[in-house]
C-alpha cells in the first residue's frame, strides 16, 4: 500500500495475556519507530529500527515490551504480561533513511481489561 | 533531555480568524523541528520540517516558522476543515532519530 499499514486497528486483551501488534512501512523505508500516544497526550517514542536492527531501544519502559523487525520491513511489537496502564494507542512510522521526516500509521489501539 | 511545550492547550476559532500556535523547545542541538497535523482516530500527518532559525515554510492556509527558541504554525483565514490537533516535535542532536513530541493543540474553527 502507499502508506504505513497497522494491523489490528484495535484489540481488547485481558490482563496478565501476550499481544503482537503488526507494522508494515512504506515500501523502501529503512528506518521504522514505535510511539505509544495515551489520551490527549503526544506520541512517546519507544524504539527506533534501522534495518533489521533495533538502533535505539531505550524509550521500551520495561522488559515486557519487545519489538523485531526480521527482514528489515515489517515490524512487530511485543508486549509480555499485558497490564492496564498499557492501554495506550500504539503508532508506527517509518522514514526514507535516518534523520528525516517520519510517516505515521493509523494506530493500534490497545485496551487491557 | 530534549523538551517541548505547546500553547495553548485549545484553541477555538471562527472561520476566517487567523491566529498562531506556539511550540517552545530545549534541545541540545536542533537537528530538526517538525509540525505534523492529527485527527481523531487518526495517526499524525506530516506537515513540516525546519531545520534552522529563520527558517519559514508554507502550505496552503498554514506557514510555520522557527526561531532559536521556539516555532510558530500561522493559520490564515482558516476553514472548519482545519480542525484538529497540531503536534509539533524535535529531533536533537544527541537524541539520535527520535522525535519528542508536545502535548498539541486542540484547533476548533468554527463555521
Known amino acids: 500500500g502507499a502508506g504505513v499499514s497497522q494491523t489490528p486497528s484495535n484489540k481488547v486483551t485481558e490482563k496478565g495475556k501476550y499481544v503482537e501488534l503488526r507494522c508494515d512501512p512504506i515500501?523502501?523505508?529503512?528506518?521504522l519507530y514505535w510511539y505509544r500516544q495515551s489520551l490527549g497526550q503526544g506520541p512517546e517514542f519507544l524504539i527506533y529500527?534501522?534495518?533489521?536492527?533495533?538502533?535505539?531501544d531505550s524509550g521500551l519502559p520495561n522488559d515486557r515490551f519487545f519489538a523485531v523487525r526480521p527482514e528489515g520491513s515489517v515490524s512487530t511489537l511485543k508486549i509480555q504480561r499485558t497490564e492496564r496502564g498499557d492501554s495506550a494507542v500504539y503508532l508506527c512510522?517509518?522514514?526514507?533513511?535516518?534523520?528525516?521526516?517520519?510517516?505515521f500509521g493509523q494506530g493500534t489501539r490497545l485496551t487491557v481489561v | 533531555e530534549d523538551q517541548v511545550t505547546q500553547s495553548p492547550e485549545a484553541l477555538r476559532l471562527q472561520e476566517g480568524e487567523s491566529s498562531s500556535l506556539n511550540c517552545s523547545y530545549t534541545?541540545?542541538?536542533?537537528?530538526?523541528l517538525f509540525w505534523y497535523r492529527q485527527d481523531p482516530g487518526k495517526g499524525p500527518e506530516f506537515l513540516f520540517t525546519l531545520y534552522s532559525a529563520g527558517e519559514e515554510k508554507e502550505k496552503e492556509r498554514l506557514k510555520a516558522t522557527l526561531t532559536k527558541k521556539e516555532s510558530f504554525l500561522h493559520i490564515t483565514a482558516p476553514k472548519p476543515e482545519d480542525s484538529a490537533t497540531y503536534l509539533c516535535a524535535v529531533q536533537g542532536m544527541t537524541s539520535g532519530s527520535r522525535l519528542t513530541f508536545g502535548e498539541g493543540t486542540q484547533l476548533t474553527v468554527n463555521p
Open positions: 534541545v541540545s542541538g536542533l537537528r530538526g
Open positions: 529500527f534501522q534495518g533489521t536492527g533495533a538502533a535505539d
Open positions: 515500501s523502501g523505508h529503512t528506518a
Open positions: 512510522a517509518s522514514s526514507p533513511g535516518m534523520n528525516t521526516e517520519a510517516f
